[in-house]
T-cell receptor, first 115, second 116 residues
Framework: KAGVTQTPRYLIKTRGQQVTLSCSPISGHRSVSWYQQTPGQGLQFLFEYFSETQRNKGNFPGRFSGRQFSNSRSEMNVSTLELGDSALYLC??????????????FGSGTRLTVV | AQKVTQAQTEISVVEKEDVTLDCVYETRDTTYYLFWYKQPPSGELVFLIRRNSFDEQNEISGRYSWNFQKSTSSFNFTITASQVVDSAVYFCAFGASGGGADGLTFGKGTHLIIQP
């Protein structure tokens, strides 16, 4: 059974650019959550998607957005990149909401560096 | 809002020693889940355990054991006879049952170094 797949694995972008990260959940999992991990703030919840709808969103500016497709794959987008957006972005899949009750499986993450 | 505290930033022990990682949480929720994850240098968060707030039984899985004490809001993790492969960053996390708006709340993590 394939795990959670995140692409790309590494990414380098310039300030002001935008970036799109992709996450394919485990087959059969329909809920996808995104987390940002930085040395200063640690792991922080970005948002959760189910049935192509955003269910919850963490305390992040509007530059951070996402979407989910009918096959449950999800993308997150960060526009107008800032140096502080450099982080490891982790995707987690769950069978269904409430995701906490079903448990999460995390991917290996996308490491974004903004220069 | 929930809060998870892992007071130990870094722990270094010699192989075969036992080591306990502390986790204290704060919440007003009555039903919730607690988690432990392991993060090796590759970055992936590896699931170790999930515990429901109604289940205070301690759990043992091989060299790993967990002590959940609701009275002290703690969910500590012990590795017995540590091995070099146990070296990683370990995170404790909280999630409100039923789908809280905040997803999982993580502690800052404990970097565990097992020296040969």
């Amino acid at each position: 059974k394939a795990g959670v797949t995140q692409t790309p694995r590494y990414l380098i972008k310039t300030r002001g650019q935008q970036v799109t990260l992709s996450c394919s959940p485990i087959s059969g999992h329909r809920s996808v959550s995104w987390y940002q991990q930085t040395p200063g703030q640690g792991l922080q919840f970005l948002f959760e998607y189910f049935s192509e709808t955003q269910r919850n969103k963490g305390n992040f500016p509007g530059r951070f957005s996402g979407r989910q497709f009918s096959n449950s794959r999800s993308e997150m987008n960060v526009s107008t990149l800032e140096l502080g957006d450099s982080a490891l972005y982790l995707c987690a899949s769950s069978f269904s909401p409430p995701s906490v009750d079903y448990g999460y499986t995390f991917g290996s993450g996308t490491r974004l560096t903004v220069v | 809002a929930q809060k998870v505290t892992q007071a130990q930033t870094e722990i270094s022990v010699v192989e075969k020693e036992d080591v306990t990682l502390d986790c204290v949480y704060e919440t007003r929720d009555t039903t919730y889940y607690l988690f432990w994850y392991k993060q090796p240098p590759s970055g992936e968060l590896v699931f170790l355990i999930r515990r429901n707030s109604f289940d205070e039984q301690n759990e043992i899985s091989g060299r790993y054991s967990w002590n959940f004490q609701k009275s002290t809001s703690s969910f500590n993790f012990t590795i017995t006879a540590s091995q070099v492969v146990d070296s990683a960053v370990y995170f404790c996390a909280f999630g409100a049952s039923g789908g809280g708006a905040d997803g999982l709340t993580f502690g800052k993590g404990t970097h565990l170094i097992i020296q040969p």
